[in-house]
């Protein structure tokens, strides 16, 4: 069944739902204070120089920063299909040496992420930093054109690469690789393990290092490998920064804030005794926060501090917390959210949105600092966990002597 739709029509039928969706949908009934019978005669007669779906979502956008309220998105709409070419991505970063393209960096993944995908970490690859890329399926490689446009269709299908240790054909081999389409959770798990790493050196292997990248499936996934794979450490740097938000992180909370209540002796093996509760990590912690954390990134910090689970340090974070469910969509699949739920603290004060979260210790990335490959909030971060640990460090206390229990009185000769 085919409709015949006329679009200037539609377009101010789509404004017009969006004004209302503020209206009746968000989440207090007063849009804001803002003059809303107003705000609809202000930009409504914007929509008859609307000449194409992404001029609406503009205007719809400003009419919803009326609102002044995050998580107020508008997106989607009745755009045209257009089939991208993909370009396949090997993991890596290069250099120029030689008028070659050399590997500067190779990202590898972890093995035990079933779902990433590192092409240089396939077996028989064997590529290195150092190599030179001379072709690419026959094709000789040069500087001169853009490395990436060798790449172009080869997302997820075989392709034959030359490599060679030194800028010449002699003594090269050719390599089968599989590229990938998008290379971001290699880098990110690259920069997570690096993390990891180096606070390890820095705290001498007493603390450990827990990404959280968001308060959804993958940040909880994130939470318990890294959290509970690392109950040997005396504390911990629970990184939240760039949090995506997600859910409300409850859950995490609960696990940081255990403390140890008492033990269950073991005559076997090494003698360590079974912790109640078993699981956690009971030492000093500190969160890192920033800017780009938003929404389950602002409540996850909010909570830790009002739990007093430790300190905070970095800088503000977004200021994002308000509920995004049930906003219907347009009539051509468009979107614009007006948040439903706003959160309020146990005082009956409305909080955390529009303001965000402040660290205890503030701490910027200079970014001459970044560039130079220095993390100076993580850093500091350790820095005060190890101050912490002076006072909060918990050391498993020994076995104490065998009880007497046998009561029976000695007999008499």
């Not at 028989?124 to 690419?136: K, R």
């Not at 446009?149 to 003594?171: C, D, I, W």
């Not at 918990?394 to 065998?402: F, L, M, Q, T």
Request: charged share 25%.
């Amino acid at each position: 069944m085919k409709v015949k739709v006329n679009p200037m029509q539609e377009w101010k039928q789509i404004f017009r739902e969006g004004w209302r969706y503020q209206r009746d949908f968000l989440y207090v009934n007063n849009t804001h204070g803002a003059p809303w019978n107003e705000v609809y005669a202000w930009y409504s007669p914007w929509i008859d120089h609307v000449r194409h779906r992404t001029d609406l979502n503009y205007v719809v956008d400003i009419l919803g920063g009326e609102i002044a309220v995050g998580h107020s998105y508008t997106s989607g709409g009745d755009f045209p299909v257009i089939e991208n070419v993909s370009v396949g991505l090997l993991g890596a970063d290069y250099e120029v040496d030689n008028n070659y393209y050399r590997f500067k960096k190779t990202y590898l993944g972890e093995n035990w992420n079933p779902d990433l995908k590192a092409p240089l970490r396939e077996p028989g690859v064997n590529i290195l930093a150092g190599d030179y890329l001379l072709e690419v399926n026959g094709q000789a490689v040069n500087n001169s054109t853009n490395l990436y446009k060798y790449f172009e269709a080869t997302a997820n299908r075989q392709l034959k690469v030359r490599v060679n240790s030194k800028p010449t054909l002699e003594g090269s081999r050719m390599v089968t690789v599989v590229p990938v389409e998008n290379e971001t959770q290699l880098r990110m798990m690259d920069w997570v393990e690096g993390n990891r790493r180096k606070v390890e050196e820095l705290s001498k292997g007493q603390l450990a290092y827990v990404y959280i990248p968001n308060t959804g499936n993958p940040g909880y996934t994130y939470f318990n490998r890294y959290y509970f794979a690392q109950q040997d450490k005396k504390g911990a740097i629970i990184d939240e920064r760039n949090n995506g938000g997600g859910s409300a992180a409850d859950y995490m909370v609960d696990i940081m804030a255990r403390e140890l209540h008492g033990y269950f002796n073991s005559n076997a093996s090494d003698h360590r005794p079974f912790l109640t509760p078993n699981a956690g990590i009971f030492g000093p912690k500190v969160m890192l926060i920033n800017e780009r954390a938003g929404s389950g990134g602002d409540l996850l910090p909010y909570l830790f501090n009002k739990m007093k689970i430790g300190l905070l340090v970095g800088t503000k974070t977004w200021g994002g917390l308000v509920g995004t469910w049930d906003t219907p969509p347009f009539v051509d699949g468009g979107r614009m959210v007006a948040p439903r739920g706003g959160f309020y603290d146990v005082n009956g004060e409305w909080a955390v949105e529009g303001v965000g979260i402040s660290p205890d210790i503030e701490v910027q990335q200079n970014p001459a600092d970044v560039i130079k490959g220095r993390d100076p909030q993580l850093d500091r971060a350790v820095e005060e966990a190890l101050k912490l640990m002076k006072t909060q460090a918990v050391e498993i206390k020994p076995e104490p002597p065998a009880p007497v229990k046998y009561k029976r009185p000695a007999k008499k000769n």
